[in-house]
């Protein structure tokens, strides 16, 4: 019996004081987590971001070389050597 009366003591006290001290805890840790994992998405975002500019970037050069291919090839009355040197000497650096 007063084992009983001793194992309802402590769950009482756990109940009314150990649960809520734990649940507090808890959810302060699981609102850092979640600060943390939202952090981390958007500097995710951004770099995504910036990667999908350098690509298109790099896309539209390649395209304004392949526009100069196609002008080349297709225009007859042009010297094919000439022209690609002197674009040679025109162009950006690719990076």
């Known amino acids: 019996m007063e084992t009983e009366s001793g194992f309802t003591i402590f769950m009482l006290?756990?109940?009314?004081?150990?649960?809520p001290v734990i649940l507090g805890i808890g959810s302060s840790m699981f609102k850092r987590w979640l600060s943390h994992r939202e952090k981390m998405g958007?500097?995710?975002n951004a770099q995504t971001a910036e990667k999908a500019a350098q690509y298109a970037a790099q896309t539209e050069r390649l395209?304004?070389?392949?526009?100069?291919?196609?002008?080349?090839?297709?225009d007859r009355g042009i010297g094919v050597a000439d022209e690609?040197?002197?674009l040679r000497d025109d162009r950006a650096p690719l990076n």
Do not use: D, H, M
């Not at 006290?13 to 649960?19: A, E, H, K, P, S």
């Not at 395209?63 to 196609?70: A, D, G, I, S």
């Open 84 to 86: 690609i040197e002197r």
């Open 42 to 44: 958007e500097a995710l």
């Open 63 to 74: 395209e304004q070389r392949v526009r100069v291919l196609e002008r080349i090839v297709t």
């Open 13 to 19: 006290t756990f109940v009314v004081i150990g649960l």
